[in-house]
C-alpha cells in the first residue's frame, strides 16, 4: 500500500519558517517526480514547488525565493522549506509523486500565517 504523509505544518507568524516533510512507504520516491501543492479555503489547488528525478527544480512565482524542495532518496522523503512566510501562504499542503500513470497524494497538512 503506498503512503505519502506530510507532516510539518502548523502556526507561524508573518516572516517566521517551517519546514514540511513528505514521507513515503510502498513506493520508491527517487523514480517519482515530486511536487508540493497547496488549496486555500475557496481557492484551486494550485503547484507550489516541483523537483524531477535528476534534482531539477521549478517554483511559483508567489514563491521564489522564500521556499526551497529538495530530496532525500536515503530517507525516502521530500521536504520543502519555507522561509519569509506570508499570511497569503496559509493553506493544506499536499505532496505528489507522478510518474507515468502512477499518481500519489498525501492526506495535506495545515500551514496557517498569522499574527
Known amino acids: 500500500q503506498v503512503q505519502l504523509v506530510e507532516s510539518g505544518g502548523g502556526l507561524v507568524q508573518p516572516g517566521g519558517s517551517l519546514r514540511l516533510s513528505c514521507a513515503a512507504s510502498?513506493?520508491?520516491?527517487?523514480?517519482?517526480?515530486m511536487g508540493w501543492y497547496r488549496q486555500a479555503p475557496g481557492k484551486q489547488r494550485e503547484l507550489v514547488a516541483a523537483?524531477?528525478?535528476?534534482?531539477?527544480?521549478n517554483y511559483a512565482h508567489s514563491v521564489k525565493g522564500r521556499f526551497t524542495i529538495s530530496r532525500d532518496n536515503a530517507k525516502n522523503t521530500v521536504y520543502l522549506q519555507m522561509n519569509s512566510l506570508k499570511p497569503e501562504d496559509t493553506a493544506v499542503y499536499y505532496c505528489?509523486?507522478?510518474?507515468?500513470?502512477?499518481?500519489?497524494w498525501g492526506q495535506g497538512t495545515q500551514v496557517t500565517v498569522s499574527s
Open positions: 505528489n509523486a507522478a510518474r507515468t500513470t502512477r499518481d500519489y
Open positions: 510502498g513506493i520508491i520516491l527517487s523514480i517519482y517526480a
Open positions: 523537483i524531477t528525478r535528476d534534482g531539477s527544480t
